[in-house]
Structures are given as structure tokens and as C-alpha cells.
């Protein structure tokens, strides 16, 4: 709804406020369930003392309405209404002189997505796109993240899609093609798994010296229980023609990007082999509850294991090939570029490093001497967690607990419990290492882009 800002004066010899009843009168009526009943939702108001003026924030269907709501306050005084946008809303526009943005029935408006992230406490990178992340220390709590606070990254405008009409399309070197209703996927046999995603540019701001793209710090990451149908037999029923070998995989999300004159799809591939061996999932469901908009609503592929970039959002088409994927995203970026003995070496992003997050100490914390916990995350893509190990302030590694059941595709809660004996400065690293052997390393490679930065994770507290 639109926005306003409401200001109300009145002179020192009428100030209602001096008339217990009058006063309690418009109390009353500015009440939230009182605007409720007017078409009125109040976001905040206030009254500087002294100058007989008050102001306060209103959203309302239009001016007509609010108008009607304000009666009592002409009635006291004079009332002044200025439109007004929230500040989501200025920095999607491009700044307090831009036009609003023009939101179509297909796309999110910017300035609501973002005011929701905010609220749900993401630290935004960028409003439009709205690219953001969570907090370590919110890492902490439970064995999946709350929806709200699940990162999030886009490339381009959230599509607002209608789950009614949406069908999936299934073409291609199929026997069979397919056009599936939300519905008809719902009907089919679903399964649930507990996935860890993680962009490909997480911990790209520590790389030195700095790289291009978003400039994210270490809250790139999330968990979630994902619901929804096997890939897998959705392309068993399609039928794979002879020949077939890939798979292309197109949102609904689209845009303009560098050194392309027309706007580009989202498109992504993988190969058979790699669908088998991943068991990916479509999903409809994160958490028990359908997907929201900034999350893929009505169908998003959830690849366990790979970067997030390939668990492609908003879904509608998947076309089986022969051929690899050429899309944007898929050849000239999401690519390690690094220059090695002085030539260009490159290999495309898949599989998550291995990596452990400190929770708790948060930075800069003030700990009590005495016995303390120091936990985490931690995560990879190449198999489970074996061991996570801890060091403070320099000190020998030593092995932290691994709290609860290991998973392939999900992250593993750690702990150690140690006294801390000294006061001053603590300094406390983590390292993981999984299943198949890999191991964090003291700093990753860098690369052109600013991918898989795994640097062994330190904060630094204080022992009081």
C-alpha cells in the first residue's frame, strides 16, 4: 500500500492533550486496531515536545482514505499529508530523486522483498537485485535456518509467479514431453531432505587483493528441509531418448547483463551422471512450508552437495540434450580463474569446499573466565564431517565434539569445551575436515572471480 507521512499542529491554547477526555479520545482512535478499522495501518508516530506537532507513518489504500481517518486531528488542528516511500523503496529506485519502480503482475515489488529481508534481520548487500546474507552468530540454534533468515541471492528481479497457471515443462531428447501443474507435481511421490546451500562467493571480501561481484562476508549460507520430487523420476517419466546426456535447467528470472545487448535467462546444466549422483530434488516446500517468492515459488531444483548456484529458482523448463550447457552462467561465469605460472588456468564451480563457521564467540565479544563453549558450523560438499579441530590463540589443534547426526549435504554442529584461564586477547580458529579427506586450508587460492574462499575461519574475543 502507499506510504504517507502525517503531520499535525496545533496552536498551545488547543492542545487536546490538556483535555484528559480528548486527549484519550485520539489515543484511542490512533490505536493500531482503531486505523485497522479505517484502512489504516500505522507504522510509528511521534510528538515533539514543546512545538504542539505530531508525526507519524501511515500506510493507506490511498490519500482518500487516510484523509477520512484524520478527521478528528482537523478537527484539533491543522493536518498536512506528504507521500512518502520507505527507504527500501529509495534505494531500489536509485535514489530519493528516481521515479518509483515500475513492478509488473510478474515481478516482486523490490522495496516489499527487501523491507522483509531487513526485518528478518538479513544484512542486505544490494536491494535490486536483492542479494543477503545471515549473520554467523545467527547460524547458531537449530538443525535448519528459519525461512526469513535464509540468505538470499539473486542475479536479477524476483519473479512473482502464479502458482495456478505455472506448469513445468519437460523437453527435449525425451519419449515423452511433459507440461506439469503445481498440482500434478504435488501428486507425485515426494521426499524430504535436509540440504546445505551455500554461494559459490561466500567469503569473497576476505580474498586479497579484492575481486568483482557481490562482496559478501561469511553469511552466504544456509539449511533448510527441502520437499518435493525425486528429479530423477521426472525424467523417468519423460523417457530418455537415446543420445541424451544433459540436462539444461531455465527459471523464470531474466535480465540484462554485461556484454549481451538482450536480456538473458537463468539458465544452468548438468549432466546425467551428476543428477545420479546428487539426488536432486524439485522442491516445493523449504522447512514444511511452500516456497516464497525469494525462495523459488512454486518449483526450485535443490542439487545437494553443489554450489547454490545450480539449485536454479523458479523453475519452468528443463530440456534434455546432448550437448553442455552454453548459458551465461554457465560459461562465463561460476568458473575458478587463476593465474598460475604465468598462464590462465580455469575449472568450473561445483561441489561446496569443505568449511567450519565460529558461532559462538561472536567477534569482539567479551567472555567470563572459566569454562566456555566454542561452537559452530560446519560443511562440505564431498561428503560428511569427519572432525573439526580448534585452536586458541595459537595453540595446538584439538578435536571439537561433532554435536548430533552426520549428513552428506548438510552442515554438522561442533563444539569444545575449555576453561579460558588468562584474561586479554583470545583468538580462536576452526578447521574442518570431511570424509573424503579434504581439509580447510590456512588460505584459499584466490581467483579471479572471487569463488570457494574456505580460509580457515578465526575470531577474535576478550577474556575478562
Same mark, same amino acid.
Given at each position: 500500500m502507499p506510504l504517507f507521512i502525517v503531520h499535525h499542529q496545533h496552536s498551545p491554547e488547543t492542545c487536546p492533550a490538556r483535555d484528559p477526555a480528548k486527549g484519550a479520545m485520539l489515543l484511542n482512535h490512533l490505536s493500531r486496531p482503531s486505523a485497522a478499522r479505517h484502512g489504516v495501518v500505522i507504522k510509528g508516530e511521534a510528538v515533539v515536545r514543546g512545538l504542539h506537532s505530531l508525526f507519524f507513518i501511515a500506510e493507506a489504500a490511498d490519500e482518500t482514505v487516510l484523509q477520512a481517518f484524520l478527521a478528528p486531528f482537523r478537527q484539533a488542528g491543522e493536518v498536512e499529508v506528504i507521500a512518502a516511500m520507505s527507504c527500501a523503496a529509495v534505494v531500489s529506485s536509485g535514489g530519493c530523486d528516481a521515479c518509483p519502480v515500475d513492478v509488473s503482475a510478474a515481478l516482486l515489488d523490490p522495496a516489499d522483498a527487501c523491507q522483509d529481508a531487513i526485518e528478518a534481520g538479513l544484512l542486505i548487500h544490494r536491494v535490486n537485485p536483492l542479494n543477503g546474507e545471515t549473520s554467523v552468530p545467527d547460524l547458531a540454534g537449530g538443525a535448519v535456518m528459519p525461512n526469513g533468515r535464509f540468505y538470499l541471492r539473486n542475479h536479477f528481479e524476483i519473479p512473482s509467479l502464479d502458482g495456478d497457471s505455472y506448469r513445468l515443462s519437460v523437453g527435449g531428447l525425451v519419449e515423452?514431453? %511433459?507440461?506439469?501443474? %503445481?498440482?500434478?507435481? #504435488?501428486?507425485? #511421490?515426494?521426499? /524430504?531432505?535436509?540440504?546445505?546451500?551455500e554461494c559459490a562467493g561466500n567469503g569473497r571480501n576476505l580474498f586479497d587483493p579484492a575481486v568483482p561481484g557481490e562482496a559478501w562476508g561469511l553469511g552466504a549460507v544456509s539449511t533448510a528441509e527441502w520437499t518435493g520430487i525425486p528429479l530423477i523420476e521426472v525424467l523417468e517419466r519423460a523417457g530418455l531418448r537415446p543420445g541424451a546426456t544433459e540436462l539444461v535447467f531455465r527459471g523464470a528470472d531474466s535480465g540484462l547483463v554485461e556484454g549481451h545487448d538482450a536480456p538473458?535467462?537463468?539458465?544452468?546444466?548438468?549432466?546425467?551422471?551428476?543428477?545420479?549422483?546428487?539426488?536432486?530434488?524439485?522442491?516445493?516446500?523449504?522447512?514444511?512450508?511452500?516456497? /516464497? /517468492?525469494? #525462495?523459488?515459488?512454486?518449483?526450485?531444483?535443490?542439487?545437494?552437495?553443489?554450489?547454490?548456484?545450480? /539449485?536454479?529458482?523458479?523453475?519452468t523448463e528443463i530440456v534434455v540434450t546432448d550437448e553442455p550447457c552454453k548459458a551465461h552462467y554457465q560459461t562465463e561465469k561460476y568458473w575458478y580463474q587463476w593465474p598460475r605460472n604465468g598462464r590462465e588456468e580455469r575449472a568450473p564451480v561445483k561441489l561446496m569446499n569443505v568449511r567450519a563457521l565460529i558461532s559462538s564467540p561472536d567477534q569482539g565479544e567479551s567472555l567470563p573466565r572459566g569454562e566456555t563453549a566454542i561452537r559452530g558450523v560446519a560443511w562440505s560438499g564431498a561428503g560428511s564431517i569427519s572432525r573439526v579441530d580448534v585452536s586458541l590463540n595459537g595453540g595446538p589443534w584439538r578435536a571439537a565434539r561433532l554435536v548430533g547426526e552426520g549428513r552428506r549435504a548438510a552442515w554438522q554442529w561442533w563444539e569444545l569445551i575449555t576453561p579460558l584461564e588468562e584474561t586479554g586477547p583470545l583468538t580462536v580458529r576452526a578447521r574442518a575436515t570431511d570424509m573424503a579427506g579434504r581439509t580447510q586450508p590456512e588460505c584459499a587460492e584466490w581467483n579471479r572471480l572471487g569463488y570457494g574462499n574456505n580460509s580457515i575461519h578465526a575470531v577474535t574475543a576478550q577474556v575478562i
Open positions: 515423452r514431453s %511433459l507440461s506439469l501443474s %503445481l498440482r500434478e507435481l #504435488h501428486n507425485l #511421490h515426494a521426499e /524430504s531432505f535436509v540440504v546445505t546451500l538473458v535467462r537463468f539458465e544452468r546444466g548438468l549432466s546425467l551422471d551428476q543428477i545420479r549422483e546428487t539426488d536432486a530434488l524439485l522442491a516445493y516446500e523449504m522447512n514444511g512450508e511452500p516456497l /516464497s /517468492s525469494p #525462495h523459488g515459488y512454486p518449483l526450485r531444483l535443490i542439487v545437494p552437495g553443489w554450489y547454490a548456484v545450480a /539449485s536454479v529458482k523458479w523453475l
